[in-house]
């Protein structure tokens, strides 16, 4: 594991304490699991990018040409 040190303005200091308590973890935890989730999006993104370029929109096409044309069921009725 390594060290960073960060500096942050008052207000999100005080925020960040705030919530983390709030959570029931530690401040660096809580900065932890920030940082790893925005890690993923960003990291998602970019996966599906890179699919994206892979695809073809014929295969595309045709795939969906195969789904039925039907109504959605109604799910406020469940």
Known sequence: MS???????????????????????????????????KLSVLLTVDYLKERAKKGNRKDFEDILS???????EDYDRL
């Open 66 to 72: 195969q789904v039925p044309d039907v109504e959605p």
């Open 3 to 37: 060290t960073l040190s960060v500096r942050l303005p008052e207000s999100v200091h005080k925020k960040l304490k705030e919530l983390a308590k709030k959570e029931g973890v530690s401040m660096n935890q809580f900065i932890s699991l920030a940082v790893s989730e």
